[in-house]
């Protein structure tokens, strides 16, 4: 199993970033896929998953704001973020394979990517 994330980067507030996870190894039409993000040294959160049947669920944080979208084609998943603020700053997962109903940290997934770097600042 591989997930590659990417489409991180420096943003300032207000503006909008699309994250990209392109993955392989596995029947991704068939899995619920996860975003999610950590702030080095601080805390794990999860972000959003879209199930195999499209239904999306968000973090109070994000609804709104954030969109999860899949296209099963191009094995790849994607989170369109609007309206960015400063502790959106983390670097953001994709991940499968969730082994409780409640994530708290990456290693509750049993595969995640290399994470991208999302920085909203002025």
């Known amino acids: 199993v591989q997930l590659a994330e990417s489409g991180g980067g420096l943003v300032q507030p207000g503006g909008s970033l699309r994250l990209s996870c392109a993955a392989s190894g596995f029947i991704f039409s068939s899995k619920t896929m996860h975003w999610a993000r950590q702030v080095p040294g601080k805390g794990f959160e999860w972000v959003s998953r879209i199930s195999s049947d499209g239904s999306t669920y968000y973090a109070d944080s994000v609804k709104g704001r954030f969109t999860i979208s899949r296209d099963n084609a191009k094995n790849t998943v994607y989170l369109q973020m609007n309206s960015l603020k400063p502790e959106d700053t983390a670097v953001y997962y994709c991940?499968?394979?969730?082994?409780?109903?409640?994530?708290?940290?990456?290693?509750?997934?049993?595969?995640w990517g290399q994470g991208t770097q999302v920085t909203v600042s002025s």
């Open positions: 991940a499968t394979g969730a082994k409780r109903v409640m994530v708290t940290t990456i290693d509750d997934y049993k595969y």
